[in-house]
């Protein structure tokens, strides 16, 4: 099954700039995107479609794509914006939707 | 402003079916397709399947065989049965939207989601 990589944590003190890998096998055919999750509260689509945003969402989210890596990168970071963050493609080989293995960010 | 809801029994036995509800209100559920994504305590995402209410279902692989979905236009709601549940499917339950096809592209993302709903399998 396809697999999509994400490192376990990430650290940002307040202001800073956070960024956010997500690898997986020939991933640059895919389109990828990205969610922000909070405990206890409904996941929120950041970017879609490897760097578009939603409306409503701060340009502090950005997205790319470079191989198979892709990046959400946050800047000027602020406390409301630790969370868990995933990234997501649909697989067409096996008609499956795969999530990332997730990334808590902790500002410092 | 869309909101999905989901419903259900937080406690099933196991060996028995859980059942969940997501209502949709703001908009038609025509409109859209609807995944079903759960997350185990401490675990990640995890896809369970989408409908098109036109009749197009996809399942995770994983569940093929406990897995069925289901919509019912006249109350704009979407189902989720899973059978032979064991402690493994405890988890959070999301009903999520995906945009489909907007102007002859077909998005895959989900741009809405519920709160979600704790289901516990235990006896």
């Known amino acids: 099954s396809y697999v999509l990589t994400q490192p376990p944590s990430v650290s940002v003190a307040p202001g800073q700039t956070a960024s956010i890998s997500c690898g997986g096998n020939?991933?640059?055919?895919?389109?990828v995107h990205w969610y922000q999750h909070k405990p206890g509260q409904a996941p929120v689509l950041v970017v879609h479609?490897?760097?578009d945003r939603p409306s409503g969402i701060p340009e502090r989210f950005s997205g790319s794509t470079s191989g198979n890596t892709a990046t959400l990168t946050i800047t000027r970071v602020e406390a409301g914006d630790e969370a868990d963050y995933y990234c997501?493609?649909?697989?067409?080989?096996?008609?499956?939707?795969?999530f990332g293995t997730g990334t808590k960010v902790t500002v410092l | 402003q869309v909101q999905l809801q989901e419903s259900g029994p937080r406690l099933v036995t196991p060996s028995e079916t859980l059942s969940l509800t997501c209502t949709v209100s703001?908009?038609?559920?025509?409109?859209?397709?609807w995944s079903w994504v759960r997350q185990p305590a401490g675990r990640g995402l995890e896809w369970v399947g989408r409908?098109?209410?036109?009749?197009?279902?996809d399942y995770n692989p994983s569940l093929t065989g406990r897995v069925l979905m289901s919509v019912d236009t006249s109350k704009n709601q979407v189902s989720l049965t899973l059978t032979s549940v064991t402690a493994a499917d405890s988890a959070v339950y999301y009903c999520?939207?995906?945009?489909?096809?907007?102007?002859?592209?077909?998005?895959?993302?989900?741009?809405?989601w519920g709160r979600g709903t704790t289901v516990t399998v235990s006896s």
């Open positions: 999520a939207r995906g945009r489909g096809l907007v102007d002859g592209v077909f998005y895959y993302d989900m741009d809405v």
């Open positions: 703001g908009d038609s559920i025509y409109n859209y397709y």
């Open positions: 409908i098109f209410p036109g009749g197009r279902i």
């Open positions: 020939n991933l640059g055919s895919k389109t």
């Open positions: 479609d490897d760097y």
């Open positions: 997501q493609v649909w697989d067409g080989g096996s008609d499956v939707y795969v």
